[in-house]
């Protein structure tokens, strides 16, 4: 399991429903976090494409896979986003983690990734080659996303090698 660091990035975004899970990566912050609330759904973009506004509907095992947020209403202040990427199988492939600073008025977007290539020590280098059928990350994947710490959203997403 890799952990990365994700940047933040401007963007409009299409939803995605929320939904809780139970065993979601609570991780404690280094400095005090600015507690939001939000009573409305955060729109979620998974993509292999930089700066896209539309999810694609089969994403590949290679390059990035990006996942653009727009919360429901500008936050300001010190945020936790954390995102855990749930293989087929049910096992946690890597978890991001952003501290976000955001100043005044507030932003309501955010991006975290998934790196599948072996560039920057990326976490699934050489599966490029394996055979589609083979592949243990062809299938439907999850995004399971937390804001400092609460649930925020659960997007799937198709994979095909």
């Known amino acids: 399991m890799k952990t990365s660091t994700a940047a933040f990035l401007l963007i409009a975004l299409v939803p995605a429903a929320p939904r809780s899970w139970a065993d979601a990566p609570a991780k404690p912050a280094a400095t005090p976090l600015a507690q939001v609330a939000f009573t409305r759904p955060t729109q979620v973009v998974l993509t292999n494409r930089e700066n896209a506004n539309v999810s694609d509907e089969q994403l590949v095992c290679e390059g990035m896979i990006h996942g653009y947020l727009t919360l429901p209403e500008r936050v300001s202040g010190v945020h936790a986003l954390d995102g855990r990427w749930v293989k087929p199988n049910?096992?946690?492939?890597?978890?991001?983690?952003?501290?976000?600073?955001?100043?005044?008025?507030?932003r309501r977007t955010a991006h975290v990734w998934m790196r599948f290539d072996g560039r920057d020590g990326g976490l699934l280098s050489g599966t490029q080659n394996a055979p589609e059928a083979n592949s243990p990350f062809n299938g439907?994947?999850?995004?399971?996303?937390?804001?400092?710490?609460?649930?925020?959203?659960l997007s799937k997403f198709k994979v095909k090698c």
């Open 140 to 153: 439907v994947w999850q995004l399971a996303l937390t804001w400092d710490g609460k649930p925020l959203a």
């Open 90 to 106: 049910g096992e946690t492939q890597e978890n991001t983690h952003v501290t976000l600073h955001i100043d005044a008025p507030g």
